[in-house]
């Protein structure tokens, strides 16, 4: 019988990666078993990181950080206490008796509710909308965003994704930079690409074109209010093997790129989406044309919790 213990951050355990560990680690309702992963809390907030051991024997695990605190509930379960003050907190987590590793990388969310004027720090974020969309608690504001620096540019969040992936697009003067990005989005993303691995397309990332959008920026591109980027589970990506035109590739063979590759990774995530909806990841995907001159086709996936389709 496995070892399971009530963990506040769950990551997703039946995600095929190559770098994939023999055990899981489940926090605020989310289950990864990546040897890089991520969580977001706010300050001083307790989580709760627990593991599953899928070896169903008595390995011995512990947590290295240097910052905020750790207590141990169990073998299996322990309590990380966030500093006070935003940034980027790095915890190990470690098999003891086999020595697999896990990098989680901690994000100390900004308050928004240091904002003033609709800037955090000097940087433009704007409003959110102040009900929720149906009263869905998706649609509800974020208490916070995670702090950026260029120091964080090759940051891993996951295997074969970086942080600054996601950051939003807008130009600002200020040198402190936010943004949002859900590991549920990340889960997704990693599981599209291995699936896009298993059709011979050896795409060591997919190229996200629009990840996060502070209010304001997607206000100035004319988006709908409830856009999921603004609330950092959203991501316009295409694949693109070789970079050199920052375009999607031709991906059905027919010699052409257009909105035909688009519907091919739609139809790839949609796929997936049945099984993501088993999991809790269930979410919207669309599949867009080429602007010429402008951007090529790409598509649109989220977790915003539900089924969602068009463009297809």
Not at 56 to 75: C, N, Q
Not at 80 to 105: C, F, M, R, V
């Amino acid at each position: 019988m496995k070892k399971l213990l009530t963990l506040c951050l769950i990551l997703t355990s039946s995600l095929v990666s190559a770098k994939s560990l023999p055990f899981t680690l489940s926090a605020k309702g989310t289950k990864t078993n990546h040897n890089i992963f991520f969580i977001t809390v706010m300050p001083e907030e307790t989580v709760a990181l627990s593991i599953i051991d899928e070896t169903e024997s008595d390995h011995k695990f512990k947590i290295l950080t240097e910052h905020g605190s750790v207590e141990t509930l169990d073998p299996l379960l322990f309590q990380w206490k966030a500093p006070a003050k935003s940034g980027h907190y790095p915890i190990k987590i470690e098999n003891i008796t086999t020595q697999d590793t896990l990098s989680l990388k901690a994000f100390v969310l900004e308050p928004l509710s240091n904002m003033h004027n609709g800037h955090l720090k000097g940087y433009l974020v704007g409003e959110y909308p102040q009900k929720a969309r149906k009263n869905n608690p998706k649609y509800k504001a974020p208490k916070g965003l995670i702090a950026y620096d260029h120091s964080m540019k090759n940051l891993k969040i996951s295997p074969h994704f970086k942080l600054s992936q996601f950051l939003c697009k807008q130009t600002s003067r200020s040198s402190d930079q936010y943004l949002l990005v859900h590991p549920e989005l990340i889960l997704k993303l990693e599981r599209l690409l291995n699936n896009v691995r298993a059709k011979g397309i050896e795409l060591p990332t997919f190229h996200v074109m629009s990840g996060y959008r502070t209010p304001a920026y997607n206000k100035e591109l004319g988006n709908v209010p409830n856009s999921r980027h603004v609330y950092g589970d959203a991501a316009d990506i295409y694949i693109d093997v070789n970079p050199k035109n920052n375009w999607m590739d031709d991906l059905n063979d027919d010699g052409k790129i257009n909105k035909a590759d688009a519907n091919w990774l739609f139809d790839l995530a949609a796929k997936q989406d049945k099984t993501d909806a088993k999991d809790g990841l269930a979410g919207g995907i669309g599949s867009y044309k080429s602007k010429p001159g402008v951007r090529g086709p790409f598509v649109h996936v989220d977790s915003r919790g539900h089924k969602a389709r068009w463009g297809r």
